[in-house]
């Protein structure tokens, strides 16, 4: 399980590796798995920890506000089961943009850590920012794992239809 960082922007691939090779230096050893995500994959994971009326709800919204591609995503998607992975739709996550990245911590004996708590983490934060990077691991809900491009969201930029056309000319019906 390991992503490749050419498929992020340019910006954000050049500090990524400056983190990580940071992050190397400091001993802790940091292993891509997610970057460039699809729609229907980002669909996934969102509706894994949500009820079906929250998902009837969200299709309906979005739809009328003109994602109708994203809207057929997420129905595409089907059940999903699962803990919590995202907050973010379809769209609007940055990993549909090349400029988020997921990446987990190897600890002693070669294996993922997943513990937020571990050391590991906050370092990675603070390289990222570093960079100028936005850390998850900072945020209010923790992502400890996630590094994106921009302070800012997706919708604080574009509308839906604008998300709408960009996925469906990136991604197509083929994402999946």
């Not at 990580?20 to 894994?48: H, M, N, T």
């Not at 920890?49 to 809207?71: F, M, N, Q, V």
């Amino acid at each position: 399980m390991h992503a490749d960082l050419s498929t992020l922007v340019p910006d954000l691939r050049d500090k990524m590796r400056l983190v990580i090779d940071a992050c190397e230096k400091r001993g802790f050893v940091l292993r891509p798995f997610f970057c460039v995500r699809s729609p229907l994959e980002q669909a996934k994971l969102w509706r894994q920890s949500r009820p079906l009326d929250e998902i009837e709800r969200t299709i309906k919204k979005i739809r009328e506000e003109g994602a109708a591609y994203l809207a057929r995503t997420l129905e595409r998607a089907g059940p999903s089961f699962g803990r919590w992975a995202t907050n973010s739709l379809p769209g609007p996550s940055w990993h549909q943009w090349g400029e988020a990245v997921d990446c987990f911590a190897l600890g002693e004996q070669g294996r993922a850590v997943w513990s937020t708590r571990y050391v590991g983490y906050e370092i990675y934060a603070d390289e990222a920012r570093k960079q100028n990077l936005n850390a998850g691991y900072f945020w209010q809900r923790q992502d400890a794992v996630h590094v994106q491009l921009r302070t800012q969201g997706v919708r604080s930029l574009y509308t839906w239809p604008q998300i709408d056309r960009t996925m469906w000319e990136r991604f197509g019906d083929g994402d999946d």
